[in-house]
């Protein structure tokens, strides 16, 4: 009573209370020590468990190595994509090889491989680096009968030429390096662009886009019907690019001028059909943006070889 009458029992009810409000934080500290403590131990197991597998993985991945240098054979000992001034100063050195009578072989090698008949005459040389020829197909492979020099080479342009021995390698420089009066046609399904060169310099140009669909991510109806529009902007596509070749087609003397399409495959191939044309190579070529820096990005593809030391 005196404490009521003093004012004290309601500060003991009150200490009461924080008493048992600091009781239960206390716990509740506990608890939550208790449960970072157990995911800190967690995650160190994790992190062991990881490092075991990424150990064992890097082991896995060197027996692998291991089990393929093993059983691939041999190797290209260097592979280069040449282009500009570097194709120029390559071409060059190798015209410029010089052996005895009938020393050294050029040969045009098909996606089927070496033919058989040529196979007897390079498998003394290569041995079992002749499966490196067979793999580059289509390329054009030059060795010298003493096996000092021995390269496949894809160049923008692939002839057909039968097995070639002289006291030089039988390369023509319009194979590998834009010569003369010629075009390069890049199509898209979207885009086309033409441009007429004399050598690497560029003397015509036309080029345009069209209103083609993108792609569709639903499906059903909706789809197959948007398909269909699509579809038919690429066919009037084509049709504007065929007649803008049918334009440039030249006459006279320039009727030898070659004719080189470039860009998506398939495109490619339907534009040729379209138009009846019997280009003097194809290329597919990953040309983006504006027809004209996007022809000036295929044509630099184009003209490129790849050179495979063997």
């Not at 716990?27 to 490092?51: G, H, I």
């Not at 310099?201 to 059903?220: A, L, Q, W």
């Not at 191939?269 to 996007?294: F, M, Q, R, S, Y």
Request: charged residues 35%.
């Amino acid at each position: 009573m005196l404490d009521e009458l003093l004012g004290r029992a309601s500060l003991r009810d009150r200490i009461d209370e924080l008493e048992d409000e600091n009781e239960r934080l206390r716990k509740r500290y506990e608890a939550e020590s208790d449960r970072r403590a157990e995911a800190a131990t967690a995650r160190q197991n994790a992190e062991e468990r990881l490092n075991r597998l990424e150990d064992r993985i890097a082991q896995l991945e060197g027996e692998l190595e291991r089990v393929d240098e093993a059983e691939s054979g041999p190797s290209v000992r260097h592979r280069d994509q040449l282009r500009g001034t570097r194709l120029e100063a390559v071409f060059d050195r190798l015209t410029s090889f010089r052996t005895g009578p009938e020393g050294a072989l050029t040969v045009g090698v098909d996606d089927d491989g070496v033919a058989e008949p040529v196979r007897a005459e390079l498998e003394p040389v290569l041995g079992e680096r002749l499966a490196l020829v067979d793999d580059g197909g289509p390329c054009l492979c030059c060795v010298d009968d003493a096996g000092l020099l021995a390269v496949t080479l894809e160049p923008p342009v692939v002839p057909e030429l039968d097995a070639t021995w002289r006291d030089r390698f039988a390369l023509e420089r319009e194979w590998f390096l834009p010569t003369g009066r010629h075009a390069v046609a890049l199509v898209r399904t979207d885009l086309f662009a033409l441009g007429v060169y004399e050598g690497d310099e560029r003397v015509d140009y036309r080029g345009f886009e069209s209103d083609v669909k993108g792609n569709h991510s639903k499906g059903g109806f909706s789809q197959a019907r948007f398909e269909r529009i699509r579809d038919g902007q690429i066919d009037d596509h084509l049709e504007r690019c065929a007649e803008a070749l049918a334009a440039y087609e030249p006459g006279g003397e320039a009727a030898d001028t070659p004719l080189y399409m470039v860009g998506q495959r398939g495109i490619v191939d339907a534009l040729a059909a379209e138009a009846g044309l019997e280009p003097a190579a194809t290329a597919a070529v990953d040309a983006t943006g504006d027809p004209e820096p996007a022809l000036e990005d295929a044509v630099h593809s184009f003209w490129t070889t790849e050179l495979r030391v063997l």
